[in-house]
C-alpha cells in the first residue's frame, strides 16, 4: 500500500517534529468546546467522590480489623486452654511410681493411669489441630496480601501479548 504526501501529517510535539499518517476524523465526531466547568460543582463532586473512597477505605479497614481481633480472640482462648491443662512432665519419680504399682497395684490404677495420659494426649491433639488450623487462616491472609500487592504489577500493559496494544497503551499515558 502506497501512500501520498497527501496522507502524512507533520506534528511538532514541542520540538519534536515528525511526520505520521493522518488520521482519519469525521467532522461528527470533534466534540464541541464544552462550556467551563461550575468551580462550585466542581469542588462539590471533588468533596463527594472524596467522601465515598474514605467511606469505602473505612470499611475495608473495619473489616481488617475485625478478622484480627477474631483471630486474636481465638489465640487467646486456645492459650488459656492450654494453660488450664496440667503440664505433662516425666520425671524419674514418675516412672518408680509407675514401676511401683506394675508391681504393687491392681489393673484399676493403671486404667486410670491410662485414661489419664489419654485425656492428655486428646487434649494435646485438640490444641495442635486447633493450632494448624490457625496457621492456615493466617497463611491464607498472607497469600491474599500477596496477591493484592503483586495484582499491579500483573495489571501493567507491558505484559499484553499484542505489541500493538503495547504501543496503544503507552501511547494514552
Known amino acids: 500500500m502506497e501512500f501520498n504526501e497527501q496522507d ?10 515528525y511526520r505520521r499518517l493522518k488520521r ?13 466547568p461550575d468551580p462550585a460543582a466542581e469542588a462539590k463532586a471533588r468533596r463527594e467522590r472524596k467522601k465515598n473512597l474514605l467511606l469505602k477505605l473505612k470499611t475495608k479497614y473495619q473489616q481488617e480489623i475485625d478478622h484480627w481481633e477474631l483471630l486474636s480472640n481465638t489465640l487467646q482462648a486456645l492459650k488459656d486452654r492450654t494453660q488450664n491443662q496440667p503440664p505433662v512432665v516425666v520425671s524419674p519419680v514418675l516412672d518408680q511410681r509407675v514401676s511401683v504399682m506394675h508391681e504393687n497395684s491392681s489393673d484399676s490404677t493403671h486404667r486410670k493411669l491410662a ?18 488450623r490457625f496457621c492456615d487462616v493466617v497463611e491464607t491472609l498472607c497469600d491474599a496480601e500477596e496477591q493484592r500487592l503483586r495484582q499491579p504489577f500483573i495489571d501493567l500493559p507491558i505484559w499484553e501479548p499484542n505489541p500493538r496494544e503495547l504501543i496503544a497503551s503507552l501511547l494514552e499515558d
Open 24 to 36: 482519519l476524523r469525521p467532522e461528527s465526531a470533534v466534540p464541541a468546546a464544552d462550556p467551563p
Open 8 to 17: 502524512w501529517e507533520l506534528i511538532n510535539d514541542d520540538g519534536f517534529v
Open 115 to 132: 485414661g489419664t495420659l489419654v485425656l492428655q494426649v486428646e487434649a494435646q491433639e485438640a490444641t495442635l489441630s486447633e493450632i494448624s
